[in-house]
């Protein structure tokens, strides 16, 4: 693994000084080779210039600018300069998608960063974020932790392993972990970054980032599209897998020169292209607005290749894939993206083996995924989905078990349990978006007690081509009365799929506080119902809890209600107990008290076979005491 190297940042005085004329002078005293800038209120219309972007390949090219004028206080504290542009491909493609960042320069001086954009706009014309926007983000500091090289710590759990230095980046889910729902975070999220692609054509805004996905089926396109498209990013279908990395790609970056931010790589890759503005040192500047507008980050860097700018009435955007992975995306703000190369980015590695397909090709995949909140649940969603759909595509029906071990530093390992049966075709990212494996990755990723670092997934998915479950189609009391404490005897009725209706005589446990009651007896298949948890107070808690979040779907299970209250407390619950007995529990001197929960008995009737369905039936219990 490669140490961390120290950023050194030529003309590092403009981390001191807050004068931007100052700063200025003092980069260009430091490095001679370093342009230097003009600040937008110098421009004039009419003023002509040129920029650098990469149209072909990774070396930069340039293309001729002319300045229209200066819109004041575009964002907050932002300007933005307005330019048309001339190159042959730009007269076809208008405003491209990809060149986000491209540093512009008038007489041989930077003034800012190709950024915005009219989606539907017919001519050249775009918007420049002004450098000293962007220089200002370069200065804001970066907690010293975000820089460190990756490697064990002094600390370490009962599971043994290293513990991750801090939290991973990324806003966190807001609500129950034990209830954490990926497209619940998706629409936090969005809420939070304003979206860069839903405006009209008359609307300016940034220059939606083009996420370039590779070894990704339709379907889950789709589902990127959705999830991703609200939050800036634009997922177009491209290459960038592990065949892709070059050797002859250049090692180092330039200014004008395509840079990507991953948020997988392997038999999966998502990579979202710009182009570098300006680099000082390891770090550099691009984007000329934010990626996901995320603050602190450590997602991973690479240098990208462009095979082609194609020209849309849409939106036009680079055709590129990352060649070389170097460093980290450090910052992410309104006026731009800092990457530093020097910083090694946090990632674990996801592993699919899929079992049942015979003949198929391609039976194992690996895919590395950014250590990020939302990202990483996210991506491998998408990787196992995608993974599965594209080694069992069929139009058959199919019935699924997976088990994924997640590795967790200085917790151990835990393992859940997911099933499934897809009708008339194969399961796909979507899915897996619900499955217990990615809400798990998501709840310990937002946990609010400690860092937590995943140190690896590994899946192991077992298929059946066939429609592998039984449907409840109902319920009938065999008998009317049953004495309290004793037990209700049911018949029930299950529909396998092209079989013949299958019954079943079952008990379900009637509790003694019942008697003189007319009882509702629920039934539900096990994977539609919820056990009682208590809420978790610590990550071991919350690991502990990751392995019931529902009842075997291979099982039905049979709940009356009963009075009195239930409550949970210290990992431990209790499902009923006397009326009054929470207000006994609770104590006063401290605001850590028992949780209420429903008060039911249940009963666990294993079937053998994945179950659908519910149903509700009545009986009436006999007071035996009188």
């Not at 997988?264 to 710009?274: H, L, P």
């Not at 058959?396 to 049966?421: M, N, P, Y």
């Amino acid at each position: 693994m490669s140490r961390f190297r120290s950023p050194l940042l030529v003309g590092a005085a403009l981390l001191l000084v807050s004068g931007l004329p100052l700063l200025n002078s003092r980069a260009n005293a430091a490095d001679p080779a370093v342009p230097s800038w003009l600040d937008q209120n110098t421009l004039k219309p009419g003023m002509k210039g040129y920029g650098l972007t990469v149209f072909s390949g990774t070396q930069p090219e340039r293309f001729d600018v002319e300045i229209i004028g200066v819109m004041h206080t575009f964002l907050p504290n932002q300007d933005l300069i307005l330019i048309k542009t001339h190159h042959p491909r730009l007269d076809a493609a208008k405003v491209v998608a990809g060149m986000s960042g491209s540093p512009v320069y008038i007489d041989g001086k930077l003034i800012g960063a190709y950024a915005y954009g009219w989606q539907f706009g017919s001519e050249p014309v775009a918007g420049v974020t002004p450098i000293s926007s962007m220089l200002h983000e370069l200065e804001r500091p970066i907690p010293a932790i975000y820089l460190e090289p990756l490697g064990p710590t002094n600390r370490s759990g009962a599971g043994g392993g290293r513990a991750p230095r801090t939290a991973p980046p990324g806003a966190p889910f807001a609500g129950s972990l034990l209830d954490y729902d990926l497209q619940a975070h998706a629409k936090q999220l969005m809420a939070r970054w304003p979206t860069c692609t839903g405006g009209t054509g008359a609307a300016l805004t940034p220059i939606a980032t083009p996420l370039m996905v590779s070894g990704v089926q339709d379907s889950v396109m789709q589902m990127l599209r959705e999830t991703l498209g609200p939050m800036g990013l634009e997922p177009m279908q491209g290459g960038g897998g592990a065949a892709t990395q070059d050797p002859n790609a250049p090692t180092r970056y330039v200014d004008g020169g395509a840079v990507g931010i991953q948020l997988a790589r392997g038999d999966v890759s998502m990579t979202g292209t710009g182009t570098v503005t300006r680099v000082s040192g390891n770090r550099l500047l691009a984007f000329g607005h934010p990626m996901m507008n995320g603050g602190v980050s450590r997602l991973p860097a690479a240098i990208a290749k462009v095979h082609w700018v194609l020209a849309s009435e849409m939106r036009s955007f680079k055709i590129s894939e990352p060649v070389r992975p170097l460093g980290s995306l450090i910052n992410d703000r309104q006026a731009a993206i800092v990457v530093d190369s020097g910083v090694e980015p946090p990632m674990f590695p996801v592993h699919v083996q899929i079992d049942g397909v015979e003949g198929a090709p391609h039976p194992r995949w690996s895919i590395e995924v950014a250590h990020e909140r939302f990202l990483a649940p996210m991506v491998m969603a998408v990787a196992i989905g995608n993974a599965v759909d594209a080694t069992t595509r069929e139009e058959r029906d199919v019935t699924w078990e997976a088990q994924t071990t997640l590795s967790i530093a200085g917790h151990g390992k835990v393992t859940v349990q997911d099933f499934g049966v897809a009708i008339g075709g194969t399961p796909g990212g979507s899915e897996f978006m619900r499955s217990l494996a990615v809400r798990a990755v998501g709840a310990l990723l937002s946990n609010p007690w400690e860092p937590t670092e995943i140190e690896s997934v590994d899946t192991k998915l077992s298929v059946k081509f066939a429609r592998d479950l039984l449907q409840l189609r109902g319920a009938d009391v065999l008998d009317p009365e049953v004495d309290a404490g004793s037990k209700a005897r049911l018949r029930i009725y299950l529909q396998p799929y092209a079989g013949p209706l299958q019954t079943r005589v079952v008990d379900v446990d009637i509790p003694r506080e019942l008697a003189g009651q007319t009882v509702d007896i629920k039934l539900v298949a096990g994977s539609e119902e919820i056990p009682e948890l208590p809420s978790p107070e610590n990550v071991d808690d919350l690991i502990a809890s990751l392995t019931r979040l529902n009842y075997p779907p291979d099982v039905l299970v049979a709940s009356v209600s009963v009075a009195g209250q239930g409550v949970a407390f210290r990992g431990n619950v209790a499902t009923h107990l006397p009326p009054g007995a929470l207000d006994t529990l609770r104590a006063h001197s401290s605001t850590v008290s028992p949780e209420p929960v429903p008060s039911l008995v249940r009963t666990i009737i294993p079937l053998q076979k994945f179950v659908t369905g519910e149903d509700t039936v009545q009986v009436r219990v006999r007071d035996v005491m009188r």
